[in-house]
């Protein structure tokens, strides 16, 4: 079946510091790349997202990489601050409806 | 406000009585899906329904039942649970019937079985 992992399971970066999680897969139907954030106490939330016929994706300091053709895809967050800190999900999609989570990783920005 | 309510937030139970955990969604969505979490193991799928009367197993879908007789409410049974089924649940909705899209988590059921 699907296999997804996330590397690193833990990350800690000092504030101002930037971070980066990769996601790989082995479904090379997904077309959809998305990632969540889950903070303390309360179900995940989309931050951002690509789908396969683009490369990278912006929005302000978070930005998502795809690589399809090595069948990756990456988180970057530049200027960490404290508020960045939970756990971060992937889940690469084909569309078929059965998704698949990456383990998690959990990111502590020290002040 | 668009959202994705579960109920009850917190349940401990026996082992072998069953319930149920409701979940309800009012933006109209098509797919509706149940996860699991445990620590070091991330988000397990536990059933999807893109439809209204589909559904299908997800990754872990053993000890559950769900049902989607309305496009709203999607619960999942637990006929007898056990201890293994001790989990923080999540409910998910999304618009697109494929689940290709942001998925809309609610705050989480988190239940005991001892």
């Known amino acids: 079946g699907e296999n997804v992992e996330q590397h690193p399971s833990t990350l800690s970066v000092q504030e101002g510091d930037s971070a980066v999680i990769k996601c790989t897969y082995s479904d090379s139907a997904s077309n959809y790349f998305p990632w969540y954030k889950q903070e303390l106490g309360k179900g995940p939330q989309l931050i951002i997202d690509i789908r396969s016929n683009v490369g990278e994706k912006k929005d302000q300091r978070i930005a998502v990489t795809l690589n399809k053709t090595a069948k990756h895809f990456s988180l970057h967050i530049t200027e960490t601050q404290p508020e960045d800190s939970a756990v971060y999900f992937c889940?690469?999609?084909?569309?078929?409806?059965?998704?698949?989570f990456g383990q998690g990783t959990t990111l502590q920005v020290k002040p | 406000e668009a959202q994705v309510t579960q109920n009850p937030r917190y349940l401990i139970t026996v082992t072998g009585k069953k319930l149920t955990v409701t979940c309800s969604q009012n933006?109209?969505?098509?797919?509706m899906s149940w996860y699991r979490q445990d620590p070091g193991l991330g988000l397990r799928q536990i059933y999807y329904s893109m439809n209204v009367e589909v559904t299908d197993k997800g990754d872990v879908p053993e000890g559950y039942k769900v049902s989607r007789k309305e496009k709203r409410n999607f619960p999942l049974i637990l006929e007898s649970p056990s201890p293994n089924q001790t989990s923080l649940y999540f409910c998910a909705s999304s618009q697109r019937t494929s689940g290709a899209g942001e998925q809309y988590f609610g705050p989480g059921t988190r239940l005991t079985v001892t």
């Open positions: 889940a690469p999609h084909r569309g078929t409806g059965k998704l698949i």
């Open positions: 933006m109209n969505h098509e797919y």
